[in-house]
């Protein structure tokens, strides 16, 4: 299976909106509620931000938002902060033979 | 509050072998499946393999088929991924990672700092 497809960079200004697009196929985005987006910040681990698709761990901001139509999943960040730039990558589970896909990454850029 | 501590990372030329480990705390090991995820040097995150609670079922990337085993010590709370026929691709920081689903599989939610595997002549 190949990976999700995410845009390779996005950026905002602080205080605006951004959406970030995870797409994939019936076999793994479209076919289950199991999509998890994390967030990385040079040189350290990801971290996560949304899973089940728009749920929030604990401790997450409520300006991070999480989206599925279909094939293609959304992470939305609202009210852009500096703080906000890093990688974000998305994750989907995709059945018993290949389990777990990731996207191949965007680097929000704040401007 | 869960911890993951990966070990055994460090250069090693094509062929060879290498077997990394991860120590984890702060949950019950045992319930949850555990993955292994790398990120080669300024590219994104790949997953490796992953390893079902109690060690029933494995899952294979394509590219690690054959070559990677994953298991895993519910009695010591650690995760092992023995790594063969090393080739220069395989290069990348090694990440042991938590699933979510507790008796089940989903992505992870949980990683550790990670540990570095450079694979070099």
């Not at chain 1, 970030?20 to 479209?30: F, M, N, P, R």
């Not at chain 2, 290069?91 to 570095?116: E, H, M, N, R």
């Amino acid at each position: 299976q190949s990976a999700l497809t995410q845009p390779a960079s996005v950026s905002g200004s602080p205080g605006q909106s951004i959406t970030i697009s995870c797409t994939g196929t019936s076999s793994d985005v479209g076919g289950y509620n199991l999509v998890s987006w994390y967030r990385q910040h040079p040189g350290k681990a990801p971290k996560v931000i949304i899973y089940e698709v728009n749920k929030r761990p604990s401790g997450i901001s409520n300006r991070f938002s999480g989206s599925k139509s279909g094939n293609t999943a959304s992470l939305t960040i609202s009210g852009l902060q500096a703080e906000d730039e890093a990688d974000y990558y998305c994750c989907s589970y995709a059945g018993i033979i290949t389990p777990v896909l990731f996207g191949g990454g965007t680097k929000l850029t704040v401007l | 509050q869960v911890q993951l501590v990966e070990s055994g990372g460090g250069v090693v030329q094509p062929g060879r072998s290498l077997r990394l480990s991860c120590a984890a705390s702060g949950f019950n090991f045992s319930n949850y499946a555990m993955h292994w995820v790398r990120q080669a040097p300024g590219k994104g995150l790949e997953w490796v393999t992953l390893i079902s609670f109690h060690g029933s079922h494995e899952y294979y990337a394509d590219s690690v088929k054959g070559r990677f085993t994953i298991s895993r010590d519910d009695s010591k709370n650690t995760l092992y991924l023995q790594m063969n026929s090393l080739r220069t691709e395989d290069t990348a920081l090694y990440y042991c990672a938590k699933d979510f689903a507790i008796f089940g599989v989903a992505p992870p939610d949980s990683w550790g700092q990670g540990t570095l595997v450079t694979v070099s002549s």
